[in-house]
């Protein structure tokens, strides 16, 4: 068991009344970044993320939900887990997370070490040298949020990630491996980062790697309204690196696409398409290219761009002025041999990294205070929401007492005549209205208030004493039994953000005669 892990039973009806315990729920993150274990793992993990959500639940049937977050920095797994009684897995704290972390992320785990096999094995890499970041419950949650809010990314307090992190929700949606905790998690982090936006400054800054990335690469030009542009590739920091460049005044920007996607996108850019075959030539005229693919082997090596260079460098409007490139592909667009060419300067994720400003230290802290207080009030609504399995169950006991009791109201065939004309002094008679017990004998029913037939719905009088219609009274039984159960829903709830939930649970135990054994939920 592991230490300051929170801890909830989850009850649910099961049938005859009984209470039974639910699947218990578990939230793991198990991720790869640009910190641990690197830029070159995280390039080979990326490339095998297309389809891992669903590979994963056929694989593990432990998991009920994963959500793949895959981004040019990073590789992470939100995983909905059916038990936490064996996690953790082989795992190296990253350097910044809290102490308190470590019991939760060190510990040896059958779940861990299955998905970073399952991980090694699909990236061609040894298993023992995979070293995740793995955090358990609370302080995954907690993460995740840290994520969603920029303040885990390579440039801290980047605005790209929360909109990253939305669209890994919608494929894992699309792909049917969004679990309802999994969307709780993502709602709650994407709030997280609005409010992180909102109070602090860190992502009015324009902190994002293709803003790094052109800094550095406008250092090694003229003035970039001045340059011309060509984007290599259509991935996802072609959008924002158009918009990048065009804030900065640069407007003469080409697209080239080898997957012949370069029209689609220039016209929804309002670009001009390179055409297939003619990437040299884009290239000889561009002052910067910017590689966004990442898909696959480098596109621009050495043989490729050296003649491109060297014409350049004999050109009227070339000369004194590099060919520079910038690699923004996860998994290198631009062979690192090119670098060293005359006329080239190649910046490629690794020099952005060492470019990265640091961000303001009181904007940091604001934000990660905002995260952290998220993140407190997330685990008390959560710790309320665990109840609800035992409110399920309270409210389904006294609806069946409610139905039951309605059920008695509805008379019986059998019955409905005696009901409907009422022995006086043991002889038949006018009880209800003018109505013998011939004419109900027959059948017939004057009183149009009153009919014999099933559902017995009509309002009337019986010995001078108001009848409430059926529908009626079953409605007065289920509104009092809603405000009856008003309360304890209220305090329920109240008990599990408190901590109490054990012994609320026993008093209900007790009252109603619920019946449940403790699990664990985080």
Sequence with gaps: MMSGVCRHA?????????????????????????RLPGLDVVARLGAVAPGLGPDLLEAVPALRGVLVLSTCNRLTLLIDADSWADTGCPAALHPDLRPADASQSAAASDLGETITAFL??????????????????????????????????????????VGQVRRAAETAAAEGTLSPELVRV??????????????????????????????????????????????????????????DLRARGLTDIAVYSASNRAEAFAAGHGLHAVPTGALSQAMSRADLVVTCRGTGGPILTADVVAPIAAERAGSAGGAGRPLVILDLALTRDVDEAVGALPGVVHLDLARVRDAVPDAEAQQVTAAR???????????????????????????AQVGRVVAEEAARLRPQPARRLALAVPAVDGRAGTGVSGVNSADAAAGACPHHHLAAEPGFEASGEIDGEPMVPLAQAERALRH????????????????????????????????WGLESTGENRD
């Design 369 to 395: 205070a905002i995260v952290e207080a998220e993140a407190a009030d997330f685990e008390r609504t959560l710790a309320g929401r665990a109840m609800d399995p035992l409110i399920t169950a309270l409210r």
């Design 10 to 34: 989850a009850i649910v009806p099961a049938p005859h009344g009984d209470v039974s315990i639910a699947h218990v729920v578990t939230t793991h993150l198990l991720s790869a970044d640009h």
């Design 480 to 511: 009092l039994a809603a405000r009856l159960l008003h309360q304890p829903t209220v305090m329920a709830r109240r008990a599990g953000q408190e901590g109490r939930e054990e012994a609320y649970r026993q008093a209900l135990e007790l009252v």
């Design 186 to 243: 993502v709602e709650r982090a994407s709030a997280t980062a609005r409010r992180v936006a909102h109070e602090t400054e860190l992502s009015g800054q324009g902190r994002s790697v293709v803003a790094v990335g052109v800094d550095q690469a406008a250092g090694h030009l003229p003035p970039l309204e001045d340059c011309r542009a060509l984007i290599v590739g259509t991935g996802s920091y072609a959008g924002a690196t158009v918009a």
């Design 120 to 161: 090694a094995e699909r990236a061609g890499l040894p298993a023992s040298g995979l070293l995740l970041t793995h955090l358990v419950g609370a302080a995954a949650r907690r993460e995740m949020l840290a994520i969603a809010a920029g303040l885990s990314s390579m440039v801290v307090g980047e605005a790209q990630i």
